[in-house]
């Protein structure tokens, strides 16, 4: 199987322009678990571009498990640590004594995820070249 990083940074892109889309809709909840989703797919990209394999959903151990010669800022971990809180409750409902996600997420939340997703982005597609 061949290198697939390009199809994953693609993908990436997709789910932040997505994470727009939604936040201009007001389905801020959306917006959040799409750029936890895009920053997934860069960090992937990344691996798969080293030749190496990632698994699991939680960026701030993707990130954390880059190889040692990748400098990730962290101003970088502090944004996976936002989006990690983005991966679960912005879809399940059980995740609040009551109400839905859409009830509790906010335009500022999805707004900062963004942010967010968009230096992962950037630093994965430097790093990427």
């Known amino acids: 199987m061949g290198n697939r990083y390009a199809d994953w940074l693609r993908q990436a892109e997709a789910d932040l322009r ?3 889309h939604a936040l201009e ?3 801020y909840e959306w917006s959040c678990f799409a750029s936890q989703q ?3 797919k860069a960090i992937k990209a990344l691996f798969q571009k080293l030749g190496m394999e990632a698994w699991g ?3 701030t151990v993707l990130i954390g498990n880059l190889p040692p010669q990748i400098q990730v800022p962290s101003e970088l971990v502090d944004c996976t640590r936002v989006l990690d809180k983005h991966y679960i409750p912005t879809r ?3 995740s609040f004594d009551s109400g839905a996600p859409t009830d509790f997420y906010t335009r500022m939340e999805a707004q900062h ?3 967010c997703a968009e ?3 950037e630093f994965c597609r430097r790093q990427i070249g």
Request: avoid cysteine; proline fraction near 5%.
């Open 57 to 59: 959903h939680t960026l």
């Open 119 to 121: 230096a992962i982005l």
């Open 18 to 20: 997505h994470a727009r």
């Open 38 to 40: 895009a920053a997934e």
């Open 92 to 94: 399940y409902p059980n």
């Open 113 to 115: 995820a963004i942010q």
């Open 25 to 27: 809709d007001g389905d």
